[in-house]
Nanobody
Framework: QVQLVESGGGSVQAGGRLRLSCLASRSIVNIHAMGWYRQAPGKQRELVGTITSGGTTNYADSVKGRFTISRDNAKNTVYLQINSLKPEDTAVYYC?????????WGQGTQVTVSS
């Protein structure tokens, strides 16, 4: 069973940047879609964005222009570059892999943005 491990979270000031990584325990070449979600305190988990095996990306309106998802199949890793961080970006960020039948989640990494 493949496992996903996120890293790169931390505490930053507004306007800063972070790069989150999601390392899979096996090849992600054949995983059609992977993505990032986030869950802020007291809120539901929400989609940040996705990337297909062909590199096509899709983002939530709230992060367009600031967040960039990429994948390096050779390193079994998906990245989330976050720029111009805002306090409302504070959340636990989760990596997701569209793996039959139920999908797969990582354990999450905390991002805290102070004003």
């Amino acid at each position: 069973q493949v496992q996903l491990v996120e890293s790169g979270g931390g505490s930053v000031q507004a306007g800063g940047r972070l790069r989150l990584s999601c390392l899979a325990s096996r090849s992600i070449v054949n995983i059609h879609a992977m993505g990032w979600y986030r869950q802020a305190p007291g809120k539901q988990r929400e989609l940040v964005g996705t990337i297909t095996s062909g590199g096509t990306t899709n983002y939530a309106d709230s992060v367009k222009g600031r967040f960039t998802i990429s994948r390096d199949n050779a390193k079994n890793t998906v990245y989330l570059q976050i720029n111009s961080l805002k306090p409302e970006d504070t959340a636990v960020y989760y990596c997701y892999a569209d793996i039959f039948p139920t999908g797969l989640w990582g354990q999450g990494t905390q991002v805290t943005v102070s004003s």
